[in-house]
Structures are given as C-alpha cells and as structure tokens.
C-alpha cells in the first residue's frame, strides 16, 4: 500500500491555514488560583487512601524480604494457570525468595498468552494524588498489565511521586516518553457501569490491582 | 422543512410522550450528576481548571496547521503512518484498502464516536470484515443494531431487563439481571477476539503534537487489549483533538473524567506513539493515524464559532440538557445529539438541512455552564438561529410574521391596539368555547396547555386610567 | 459607579447616581414586558405596591412596547435591531429601570451590547444595561432590602428561571426575599434549576417537548408538597400555569412580586391572581 500518495492533506492544511485568518474570541476569566489541584503534604498517605478508594491493594513492605513475601501472599488466591512475571533483576530475586513452587512465564520468553491468570511487572512511577501506576511498555510489553485477571505491581517509595504532573515529568527525563511505544497510566481496576450506570469491578482487564510498595528493593 | 426536520419532529414527539425511556435516561444521569459532583468536588478550582482547559485548547485550535504538522512529523518518526482524510469516504477507503491487503479478517473496535460519524462498519461488513464493538455499552446497541444514544453512555437508554433479554436471545446467555454477570458475558465472548483479530481500530481522545502519541482513555481496558494483541493499530481522529504538550495531560485527564464520568481519574489512560518499538514484547507491528476532516475545516473557519472544536467529547452537555433528558439522543437521528451535536452538525452535515436541532432548544444555557472546556454553547444554537435567518432558509410565512409583528412593536400606540384588538377576539372566541379546538387561534399553545384567563384590560391601559395611583 | 456583589457569586453594578442609604430609595422607571402588559398585568400592579412600599417613586415610560426578545431569539436580528434602538431611546432619560423578568432584563443587559453593536447607540445600550434590574436582584442588591412587609402563609417552592439563573446570577434573591415572608413555608423543589420548557417559539415549535418539560417540572412542584411554585419569570409562569391547570394539579403558579405585594389585609382574601376577577 503506497502510503506517500495523500494529496488530501495539502488541501486540509491549506484549508486550515485560511480558515485560521480571523482570530477567535477567548474567555478571558478573571485571574483565578493558579493551582488547579490542593497539593500533597504527605504523598505516601494520599497513595494509600487513593489506593483504598480505588480497591487497589497496597501493602508497604520495608524491604525485599518482605517484600517477597508480599509477593507469595498476593499470588496464593490466584487459581491453577500462567503467572507470567517481567524478566527484570529485582523480580528474579523476589520471586526466588517468595518461595512459590508454580510455573512462571517470564517475559523474555514472550507475551503473556490467554490463559495468564496473574502477571506481575514493575513501574515508570507511582502517582499520589490519585492512587495511579505509571507503566512503560519498554518493560514488559503492552499486554502485562492488561491481560490477566490479576496485575501486581512491585515499586519502590523513591519511585512515588505527588501528581500528574511530575509523573510526565518523571517518564520524560526517565526516557519513558520516547523510549516505549505506550504508556499507561492505570488507576484501579477495570470496570465498567455501562449497565444502568451499575458499577462493575473487572470487563476486559484486571479486577484485582496490587501494589507491593518497598521501603528499599536490593 | 427538511426532511430530517420531519423525522425529527416525529421523533422527538414520540419519546417525548415515552415515560419508560425517560425513566432510564434520568436514573442514568442522575447517578451521573452524584458523581460528577464528586469529581468537581476534587479541584481546588474547578472554574480555574475550566478556564485553563479553555486557553489550552483555543491555542491549539488557533495553531492547527503547526500542531497537526508537529504531530504528523513525531508519528513518522517513530514509524507511524499518518493518513489525512477529508472525507468520511476517503477515511473508510484507506482502512477497508489496508485491511484488505493485510488479510485482515477479524477487527475489534474500541468506542469511538468518529468511527460513527463516518459509518466505518457497515463498510467493512460490505467487504466480509467481521467488526467486533468491545467497549461494552457499544456491544450491546451493536447487538441491539442501533448507534450509541449517547457520546460517552452508549447503551443507557436501556434497562438492565432489556439488556439481559438481548444476551438471552443473541448469545444464548443464561436467564440473569445480574450486571456483574451480564458484564462477564460480554468479557467471555470478546476475549477470544482479542487474541485472535489482525486489526485493533479505536479512537483517540488526544493527539500529542510534542509527543507524537495519542491518548486514548476507558475504564474497561478494551482499548489496550485491542491495541497490544492485534498486529495492525488503526486509529481514527478529528483533527481538533490536538494538544500541544504532553504536559497538558495533567489537567485535561482528571477534567475529561470529571466532566465525562464524574470520577476523579479514569482507570486506563493510554499513550501510544507508534507500533511496537524495536525490542518490546508485544504490540502492533503497524499503526496508522487517520486524521480525519469531514467539515471541521468549515467549522474552523467561523471564528465567532470555532470554540465548538474545543470539545473533547466528555457528553456533559448532553447530561445537563433539559431537552436531552426528555428525548434522549436517538431522537436527534444524527451521529453526536445533544447540545454540541446541535450546534455542530449544522455545519458539517448543512444549516438548511440540520438547522432545527438549534431551534429545538429552549436556550435554557445549562450547557454553557457545565461544558470543562467552556464552548458558549447556546450562544451558538441563537447564533445558528441567526445565521438561517440570514440565509433566507426560514419559512416566508414565519419571516412575514415577524415583519409585522416589528412594525407593531415600534410604535405604542399600534401595540397596544394590537394588544386590546387581539384580546378582545380571543375574549369572545374563549367565551364560545373555542380553546383547543381547531378555530383557536392559539392553538399551538392550547394544544398542551390550558389556557390562560385573558384580561379585560392592559397594564398601560389600567396606569393611563389612574390605575397607577396610590 | 459602585460594584455590589451578589450573593450567587456575581457582581451587580449598580446606577451611577444611587447610594444605599437608608432613606433615600431610588426612582424607578417600570419596564413592564410586553406580555405581561397584555396578558398578566396584576403582575405590574404588584410590582408597583411592593417598590412604593420601601419608599420608591415608580414612574411608567408610557412610550415602551417590546425589548425585542421575541425576534432575537428566533434569529431576527435585523428585526430586533430597531426595537432595541427604541427601547434605550425610551429609557434612556431613566435613573433605574425594574422588570419582573429574567428574561427581559437579561436581553437588555447582556444581548443588547452584541445586537446593537457597530451602531451610534451601543454605548448607550451598555450603559442602560448597567441600569436595569430584574426586581428581585433590584430589592436585594440595590435597594439593599429583604423584608417588605410581605404575609404569604402558604407553603411555596421556587423555580429558578434559566435566564436569570445563568445569565444574571440570580439565585439567592429570591430566597432572601421569600424567607422574610411571614407565614411562608418555604421548600426547595427537586431539580428547581432544571428548564421548565417554555423557551419562548419552542414553546410552540416543539411543544410536545416544551410539555414534556413543563409536566417533569410540574411534577417536581408537586412533589415538594407546595400550594404554590414561584418565579421571577413570568413566561415560565405562564407555560407552567397552562400545564398544571391541563393536568388538574392543586398546584397554583405565583409570580414572585404577588407574593411580596401580599400584606394579609383583609381585602386580599385570595391571593392575587395574574388576571384578577374584575380584569376577566
């Protein structure tokens, strides 16, 4: 498929060009409060309430002995089938040290199949002001945290910041912006209220969200 | 009167006597405006918020070329394609051309209200493409086989018994009213699809002219599952839906979910800047963006009106309208309804043909005051007014009417007898026992209401009598 | 030029000449809508005890007619233009214009501006707009009073007319107002905000929806248990009224200055209607 023939889009842009000729009116508001948003005194609290609201489990480990075994608690309801875990340094060392005697798929094998119950990957960053995980597909693909039932998530506090803001800041001095191909912004779970405006916890993606947030990861 | 006029007219009057829709649009929007109030609620300014929305999108809309550009050039350099349509037709030829030489089989569609406004699907269904809506509230009408009632609550015209009887009957679902339930049928039956379609299709919220990404934003995930496993992304835009920078993400995010939802965040707020990059895992091995025209260049052009382009599809509007609320929005019969779908589609689809949705209107401004981006909505339903008059499309006898009624107002002496002339005839008529029969000359009032009692005599006649005297 | 604050969040400015002083109450040109003139006009008559009551001198500017609305709402701007021009000549000798509409008011100070501009009279257009007041914020804001001496003891909701309500911010002048009333039990309706479906030729154009409308807010007055719905807008009153009597409620429409022009003497044994029985 030739892609270089679109004259449309001379004539699009021209018309654009021409339309833009006459300046809009703008509302012009009397000068309001600049921050849109209240700020965060303490974040670590606000992403543990924000967490609660949004039934997001967020348990806070002081390291990565606990944290494993944070890891071995919030995989022991997971039913039979794939846990399929992002093949980074620091989730090799927790899923060895949790001590789970189940298959596990890791991502440098590929993407996580159908049948994946559970997958567990890291993060860009943790957003406070509204209880929000940053994930870059640069680290274990775009369907990790989307696939399977259940997505755990293991960060540590360095990686919390207050708003959203600073976590777009965040990915693009991390490279988190131009490096990946997508990135998501997850906030609790999958849901939908399409049904009589009922609430529904779990459509396409994960119903149960956790959260292991590590003082220290070694 | 124009065709759609008619159908219009025939429409709306018989939702406007249907008590049973009105009951399930207004518990909808009442759960609607709890939570909305909520997410307001969570802006230290939600005016302030407003008014930066505002400046941020009038700056992209008024740089539209440069941004458009910037964006198309980031797209490319990631390895996306970039197809500028200006055309409904044009838009459908590029994705059935594509998927056709693709061996494209399978699509699953995310909910995009511009795929509606071009009929994508029935195109590709002509050429044996089977499309699979995944957003939930779309799956149900696609059941149903009607379009979505509403931008941002598809299926909300529906009760829950209405919804499991058509899972009953069209996937032979178990007997359940359940919405929990309802909703893991739907899961089930579209998961397959995900894993087994060549193509994802979705919308896009906004495009990111810094980033070259586009934003893509749902509660259910059906986006990101449709854009990861499918090896070919198509995704089609208005090209109004620019925003300069990524940073402006920060606001407009937690204001699209206030505004659209009424929650503080969505749950999957997507960026996706090209196909899957050299050493990730998964995604895309394609993705093309189609910029979509389709009369938004006409609508730019109107300065006085060219803040419409403002809209990022949050359907608040729809929610705080009074006439949305009686008739709800298959009664518009045009792809976006409501207050925003009443001042646009005049321009992209014909003043002469779609001027009566802006005359279906009380001007009551509720609209206005509840739109996160600030668009003087109302003012541009008179302005549409305005502008039909001015293109002598009004009927003559109307445009007579008010010629004569002008040349009585502008002299008080005419008006008030006028005045005194017409009460006294409907003094007498009323007196025979005229009201609401075909003889009332105030028929189209007396049709749905009673009568009002007809004075004797004018405030200006009882004043000049001495009726004015302490 | 002195700025009042209103209590819904806007900011009235008030006549050029006028200080809120305890004595000295401004005159007053009555701008009485055109409808009101010829199909309501005990709704002027009560507008008129209310402001001589707090000490006004009310004058009526016999030359007026319409302030266009009508035409302008309906696209005929062209049509409008020459009774807007009318108007702000009739009016433009006046310290202070009241009007017992929303609707009215909001045409001369908001739209009068844009309808007449690039002619000779828009800065006086401006000028008058900043002139004129809906009587409710006029008692409030201006004439800096709330209690009137009214007696209402009947129970009464209050429907906020859309223009008003958004166009000039009038939201808590007539509650002020209505709470001073002695007797009155005043309650909130559900959706008091929403449309009542009147919306000048869509009442008509469209009227199944305007009556669709209007029954929805007929059946909110009713469901707050209130004898009466009131509003500043007459036309709302009108729709209302038509309604209500169609569907046999016990629900009766009131204009706001008819509850305020009720002082529980004995020669108003009904409360005022529109049209009183010597007018029929």
Redesign the interface.
Known sequence: ?D?TE?S??E???A??????R??????S?AP???????AIPDPLARFQD?CA?NATECVLMRDSRASSRALADALAPVPEGEIYIQDAPALRRLTEGSGIDRAVRW?TE??PT?ASQATVTLAECLVAA?G?ILIS??A????????APVHIVVAEIAQLVP???S???RA?KSGG??????????????????????L?L?????RRVVVILARQLD | MSTAAREFLRNAAQKAADRANQRNIRRAIEHYNESAREGRARFLDWEAARQQCHEIKWEALNHLDEYLVEFEERVKERGGHVFWAETGEDARRYVADLAKSRGVRTIVKSKSMVTEEIHLTPALEKIGIQVLETDLGEFIVQLRNEPPSHIVMPAMHLSRGQISKLFQEKLGAEATEDPAKLVAVARQTLRRAFFSAEMGITGANFLIADSGMIAITTNEGNDRLGTAIPRIHVAITGIEKVLPRLEDLALFWPVLAAAGTGQRITVYNTLIGGPRAADEIDGPEEFHVILLDNGRTELLADAEQRDVLHCIRCGACLNACPVFRTIGGHAYGTTYSGPVGSVLTPHTRGLAEFQHLSFASSLCGACTSVCPVKIDLHHHLLQNRRNAVRASDRPWLERAAFSIWRWTMMGQRRFAAAGQLGRTLLRGLYAMGVEATPLDPLRPWTRRRAASAIPRKSFRAMWGQGGGKE | MIKVHSAAGGTILTGRNFKPQANSMPKVSLFIPCFVDQLTPEVGFDVVRVLRRIGCEVEFPEAQTCCGQPAFNSGYWDDARPLAERFVRVFRASETVVCPSGSCTTMVRNFYPELLAGTALREEAASLGRRVFEFSEFLVNVARVTEVGAVFPHRVAFHDACHGLRELHIKNEPRELLRRVRGIDFVEMPLSEECCGFGGTFAVKFDMISAAMGETKAGNAEASGAEYVAAIDPSCLLHLDGILRRRKSRVQTIHLASILARTGAPAEAEPSKAVPQENR
């Open positions: 498929m892609h679109n449309g889009r004539r699009i842009l018309r654009i060009h021409s339309g833009l006459m300046p809009a009116p703008k509302h508001a309001t409060a600049q921050m849109v948003f209240a924000e609201y991502s590929g993407p159908e509204t929000s597909s640069a274990a693909g775009r369907g990790a945290s989307i696939v708003d959203l803001a976590a777009v800041a693009r912006v131009t490096g990946s191909s997508c990135l998501c912004l997850i906030t609790g779970s999958s849901r939908t209220a399409d049904i009589e405006k009922i529904v779990g459509a396409h993606g994960p």
